[in-house]
């Protein structure tokens, strides 16, 4: 369990869904915890949001700040965690926030201390990883 695991989260909503695409035990539902996310016919049930990176913001929002629209009036969603990354040498977050907000690009506001400050949805790892591969 996870600072980055709010209570209840399912593993749908952060896109580890881990049953196999057309497996026996996903359809017969045999399985603790099935009902939960997945349909009677064995298909991933929708869900209403989803955990995204959040970069772009002036100083680091931390866990439980809340996440508005474009326009700051409608909240949705929460960050589970922020900081600075001294990697990508500027402030970063993860949190969830509503599925049709959630697209790469999607600006959103951050309520930071009670100031509202522009940010923007990004993918996720914020540094591509760099590391030296043999040639083979």
Do not use: W
């Amino acid at each position: 369990r996870s600072s980055d695991l709010p209570n209840p989260t399912l593993t749908l909503t952060l896109s580890l869904a881990l049953t196999p695409r057309q497996s026996r035990r996903r359809k017969e539902q045999g399985f603790t915890g099935a009902e939960k996310f997945l349909t009677p016919e064995g298909k991933i049930k929708a869900t209403t949001r989803k955990r995204v990176g959040i970069a772009g913001h002036k100083s680091p929002a931390r866990a439980g700040t809340e996440v508005f629209s474009a326009d700051g009036e409608t909240k949705i969603g929460e960050l589970t965690s922020g900081t600075f990354g001294p990697s990508l040498d500027a402030p970063c977050a993860m949190g969830y926030v509503a599925k049709d907000h959630s697209k790469d690009g999607t600006d959103v506001m951050l309520n930071v201390r009670g100031k509202m400050q522009a940010a923007t949805i990004t993918k996720m790892p914020f540094v591509e990883s760099r590391y030296y591969r043999v040639p083979e």
